[in-house]
């Protein structure tokens, strides 16, 4: 049955059946941050949402996930990594189904935020189970590669499939498909995955809610800010709140013995600079590509199919960088690997800001393929350097920082880079109604159709209105666009000078020797 830290690894077989189980799950709770995307126009139709709305049905999931994912970590350390992930697979497989089914915005961002608790939950036991179950160094690299590598595929991959798949059979589809994968995954867990024990830990519940309510606070502020107003009460209240909130978990954090968040990783600048480059490509990525889909469905006017399969180049250098990204990290060690992906992503971000709404597609094609390299060149090394640097035991804390950062540089880019794109585009348009003489309630009634990316209104707009708007989205896409390009051009500076000095666990090792030596934390030179 089930194994402990100290048996023998298992048979080949089994390992490669825990590697699929373990990679098909991280494959759809990543597939899930990006495949409503090209959905969103869809639901914004049918159920009557406006562009806050559709930011609060991703945001709504990658919150939970991100607030959740050290307190994941924290319960599979006490309750046993694998029976927490298992439950996390269960709850996020019921929240797909309650997605699927939703009649309304609440209730849709409700079962989102589900299927972000049980992501939350069995995120952080992957990586942990993985190390668990390949003990030899230079197979669990590679296992280590091709897990990195199908975690980033989903990632990509979610725009080709939610394209065709929303226009087949409806955006309900989009949460429909994770529900069989993970039924067949909960099976086969139970039969190939090992049964790692417990240990004593104690839930940092205070963390918990400091960080969740810190976090909903930020978002808030960020996604209300740009409709509402910067000076309006609600949001300044939120906006205190998110500092009053998150200081008091950072002073927490240091002082209590078990703390959700160790802040004692980044005292390694090893490890501070991977955590800091995995935050800012999700920053950046996550922030830019949410709202490609609603200028190439809403601008452009390509149907779903055509929006989904425009991202294929971007898959297909993903599945080519992975592989690539681990030899690299494996032989010089993660940081070129994540300097050069960092550096690519933002010079796609930067030549897609280049092309406006009346581009073809193939003057922009270049960037799909530079984006979709920088992507794949940056999630193994950052797993890398945490394997190699962070001892067994905080394994499972430190896997769960690595997603937590992920998902929060998601949340906060789509927050953030959104709340630059509304604000650019009100300015913008306000500008444009007045030159066109219209009254400037008609920026509501304008903005509508193009929030909801096919339309909500009745009644088409007339030409020049409707150029103006579709201008001011695009200025505003390309603002955003900027913003993530610079914020990610500094980010690879800072990630190329803190790996480049030793922390002060063990030196940053190129590779594993061929004797299989591991190179944990605090191990000595």
Known sequence: ??????????????????????????????????????????IGRDLDAGITGLQWVAEGYSLVFAALLLTGGALGDRYGRTAVFRLGLALFTAGSAAAALAGTVGTLVAARMLQGVGAALLTPGSLAILRHVFTDERERTRAIGTWSGVSALGLSVGPVLGGPMVEAFGWASVFWINVPIGLAALVLSGRVLPAIPARPRRVDLGGLVLSAAGLGAAVHTLVEGPGRGWTDTRVLVTAVLAVLLLAAFLLLELRIAEPMLDLGLFRDGVLGGALLGGFMVSFGMFGALFFLPLLMQGVLDWSPTAAGLAGLPMTAMIVVAGPLSARLAGRHGPRPPLVLGITLCALGLAGLSLYGEHARYPEYLWTLFVLGLGMGMTFTPVSVAVLQRVAPERMGTASATVNTLRELGGVLGIAVLGAVLTHRLTSTLSASLTRLGLPSDALGRAADPLAGATGTAADPLPDPLRQAVEHAFTDGIHLALRCGSAALAVAAVLVALLLRRPGRGTPTAPAPDPAGQSLPAGAGA
């Open 1 to 42: 049955m089930g194994e402990t830290e100290g048996t023998a690894a298992p048979g080949a077989r089994r390992r490669r059946l825990a590697l699929a189980t373990l990679c098909v799950t991280m494959f759809m709770s990543m597939l899930d941050n990006v495949i409503v995307g090209n959905a969103l126009p869809r």
